[in-house]
Nanobody
């Protein structure tokens, strides 16, 4: 089993920045991709960003391009999401996910483990 714990969420104003972190522990595969998803009230969970095992490949939703940056530290089994220029529409619960394959995908059902989520609220 794999445990994922997110941190770094909070209440900020539009234009501010936040850095989310996720720590993975337990029986992960030897090489695994990681991703961030989010779910706003009344909406389906959507992909935000993903990163391959090596870190050489990243993928972003259009809404995140140019504002968010995903990174990982394999020595610490962590993934981070730096979010800049936040907008009220970024308000959501953000989830970290692990995929037991090294390549990234934006498809949620292809991820095997999920964290409990961390709330991000951006006020206007």
């Amino acid at each position: 089993q794999v445990q994922l714990v997110e941190s770094g969420g909070g209440l900020v104003q539009a234009g501010d920045s936040l850095r989310l972190s996720c720590a993975a522990s337990g029986r992960t595969s030897s090489r695994y991709a990681m991703g961030w998803f989010r779910q706003a009230p009344g909406k389906v969970r959507e992909f935000v960003a993903g990163i391959s095992w090596s870190g050489d490949s990243t993928l972003y939703a259009d809404s995140a391009k140019g504002r968010f940056t995903i990174s990982r530290d394999n020595a610490k089994n962590t993934v981070s999401l730096q979010m800049n220029s936040l907008k009220p529409e970024d308000t959501a619960v953000y989830y970290c996910a692990v995929r037991n394959l090294p390549s990234i995908t934006a498809v949620s059902y292809r991820y095997d483990y999920w964290g409990q989520g961390t709330q991000v609220t951006v006020s206007s």
